[in-house]
């Protein structure tokens, strides 16, 4: 216990406050005096202290009131209270008042001293739990400026990111846009067919509780699904006659040009996949790789039957475009074969009105973005 301690001792007899004095002195304590408990509290007021000792019956200021005007300031001061003998309420009252302990008089000096010891051992442990306390609710406020600071910086950084985010997906949507346009103005049957079969394969592939990740795939493998024709030389892909078997294999390969385009851009490597089995069959007839079933990713099996409605319901130079029913009676027919059945029946239960609304709003959109357009050479679908 750090020492020495400042105690006051307060007595209306002289007699008292020298016995106390000396034996508080001698452990090695500092002692201040007062005779009565107004002048006890002026001092407290103007001093620091770490002890009272005080007797009760005193003329101007008793012991009570002196503890009464104490109030709070007694938790960091004990006080000790000399009581005269048999006065038991006294001393009640005065615990009551906050008081440490009480001594009655005539009282042996160790019975003063040993209290006196308790009493500042206690104190000592009152005051290392406040600053134990203190410290505590330092730190915990320090931390939560530090959060706040963290928390705001992160927060400048996500909208620094967000931005970056932004540009980057506009400069991927710009580049796409650019791809799409080199494939339509080629080839791509008809005009709008890369954009019309991504909003109807998302629609479809929605139904389907497909995952976002895959959406997105979906999403861009139908936009792009074509993107190898840029691969396949003129005079095969504007052929107007019929294509020899060494051209079909030429024109059979757009499928693994695209893929290899595009598997080696991150964002479209899940993309890449659906390009390269978008002419797959269910049965196991289609190409490139002639798998079958559930082997083909589920984005080209959804995708495959997106292509055939678009390009049944499409007008083309040497056709007109089939009513809706009549493209869905085919591919009804063709689940099971080309198409996978599962798909095909969620497929159809897609209402005309979506399929309708949604050719319309692909027109729309692209009507305004788009320079006249050059006239559309005859082609087929690949
Ligand atoms: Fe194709
Ligand atoms: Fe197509």
């Known amino acids: 216990m750090p020492g020495p301690h400042h105690i006051l001792c307060v007595d209306d007899e002289?007699?008292?406050r020298e016995i106390l004095r000396e034996a508080l002195e001698q452990e090695g304590h500092r002692v201040t005096e007062a005779e009565n408990g107004k002048v006890a509290l002026d001092k407290v007021h103007s001093g620091s202290f770490d002890l009272i000792v005080t007797d009760v019956k005193m003329p101007v200021m008793d012991g009570f009131t002196l503890m009464k005007n104490l109030g709070d300031l007694t938790e960091q001061i004990p006080v000790v209270v000399i009581?005269?003998?048999?006065?038991i309420d006294v001393a009640v009252d005065a615990i009551r008042l906050g008081a440490y302990d009480y001594i009655v008089?005539?009282?042996n000096i160790s019975q003063v001293t040993i209290s006196v010891k308790r009493a500042l051992e206690r104190r000592q442990l009152l005051l290392e739990n406040i600053q134990y306390k203190k410290s505590l609710e330092h730190k915990v406020v320090e931390k939560t400026i530090d959060l706040i600071r963290k928390n705001k910086k992160l927060e400048q950084q996500a909208k620094l990111l967000e931005g970056l985010l932004r540009d980057l997906r506009e400069s991927y949507e710009a580049s796409l846009d650019a791809m799409v346009s080199a494939i339509e103005s080629r080839d791509c049957e008809t005009k709008h067919h890369c954009r019309r079969v991504q909003v109807y394969a998302v629609m479809l592939a929605q139904r389907l509780d497909v995952s976002p990740e895959q959406l997105v795939d979906i999403s861009y493998g139908s936009l792009l699904h074509d993107v190898g024709k840029i691969g396949v030389p003129d005079s095969i892909l504007l052929k107007p006659?019929?294509?020899?078997?060494?051209?079909?294999?030429v024109m059979r390969r757009h499928t693994i040009i695209g893929h290899?385009?595009?598997?080696?851009?991150?964002f479209l490597r899940?993309?890449?996949d659906i390009v390269l089995h978008h002419h797959e069959r269910w049965d196991g007839g289609g190409y490139p790789h002639g798998i079958a079933g559930e082997e083909i990713p589920l984005g080209a099996r959804i995708f495959s039957i997106i292509d055939t409605y678009d390009a049944m319901t499409s007008k083309r130079p040497y056709k007109e475009a089939l009513p809706i029913a009549t493209a869905r009676a085919e591919i009804e027919r063709c689940a099971g074969t080309q198409f996978d059945p599962r798909i095909v029946k969620e497929f159809l239960r897609i209402v005309d009105e979506d399929l309708i609304e949604?050719?319309?709003h692909v027109e729309s959109e692209t009507a305004m973005s788009e320079p006249p357009a050059a006239p559309t050479e005859p082609v087929r679908t690949f």
């Open 358 to 360: 949604a050719r319309a």
């Open 241 to 249: 006659g019929k294509l020899t078997d060494a051209e079909w294999q």
């Open 105 to 107: 008089k005539p009282f």
């Open 14 to 16: 002289p007699m008292i």
């Open 270 to 272: 899940g993309a890449s």
């Open 83 to 87: 009581t005269s003998f048999g006065d």
């Open 260 to 266: 290899q385009m595009l598997s080696k851009i991150k």
